[in-house]
């Protein structure tokens, strides 16, 4: 069975610096997909980031990028020059060839002015 | 990406009545699922709803509390049964879409609160 789980609940970070959020995984699959979605207030998930197991490359999205450590089953998500428009709960999610995503906890994230 | 939109986006319903949601993507799209989201919580998913076949539950869900229609590629409903307040949660909609990769594309969520 695949979990993700995600250690941190809420994190804050001033606006225009570098934040890293957290996210580990397991699974029994070789191929696998990632994700990070962010919910704002509007509660409407967006897609932020993937990253499809089998690439070496960490995946980026503008100021969003991705730490993808396979052997250690670690996909974290940094954000850049972070703005009050990131404050948002972040989910990380993982799939494979069924499409069904198991979502982890998520973490809240505000962007202080 | 599809757009998907949810009807109603909220409502406040008695318990002991039912209430249907709608998803309406503007393509064709493979596979839709949905989720419950209770306050302050994650994702659960309910069901994946699939085109000419029936819905696939997941443990803890059931066909006779959350029956679901897939009539065509683009639409989908969702009910929710004879409400407890326990029902109270946002219900979320989600696609793949044909020929694409294994990203879920999410509707903006229905607030369902049961008094």
């Known amino acids: 069975a695949q979990t993700v789980t995600q250690s941190q609940p809420e994190m804050s970070v001033q606006e225009a610096e570098t934040v890293t959020l957290s996210c580990t995984y397991d699974?029994?699959?070789?191929?696998?997909?990632l994700f990070w979605y962010k919910q704002p207030p509007s509660r409407q998930m967006i897609l932020v980031i993937r990253?499809?197991?089998?690439?070496?490359q960490n995946a980026t999205e503008n100021r969003f990028s991705v730490n993808f450590q396979k052997a250690a089953k670690s996909f974290s998500l940094k954000i850049s020059d972070s703005q009050l428009g990131d404050t948002a709960m972040y989910f990380c999610?993982?799939?494979?060839?069924?499409?069904?995503?198991?979502f982890g906890t998520g973490t809240r994230l505000k962007v202080l002015a | 990406s599809a757009v998907i939109s949810q009807k109603p986006s909220r409502d406040i319903c008695q318990r002991g009545t039912s209430l249907t949601i709608q998803c309406q993507v503007d393509s064709q799209v493979t596979m839709m699922f949905w989720y419950r989201q209770q306050p302050g919580q994650s994702l659960t998913l309910i069901a994946t709803?699939?085109?000419?076949?029936?819905?696939?539950?997941e443990s803890g869900f059931v066909i006779d509390k959350f029956p679901i229609s897939r009539p065509n590629l683009t639409f989908s409903t969702l009910t929710v049964s004879n409400m407890s307040p326990e029902d109270s949660s946002i219900y979320l909609c989600?696609?793949?879409?044909?020929?694409?990769?294994?990203?879920?594309?999410f509707g903006p969520g229905t607030r369902l609160t049961v008094t």
């Open positions: 999610a993982c799939t494979s060839g069924t499409y069904k995503y198991i």
């Open positions: 709803a699939n085109q000419g076949s029936e819905a696939t539950y």
């Open positions: 699974t029994s699959e070789s191929n696998y997909y």
């Open positions: 990253q499809e197991a089998y690439k070496q």
């Open positions: 989600s696609v793949v879409e044909q020929g694409g990769g294994y990203e879920q594309y």
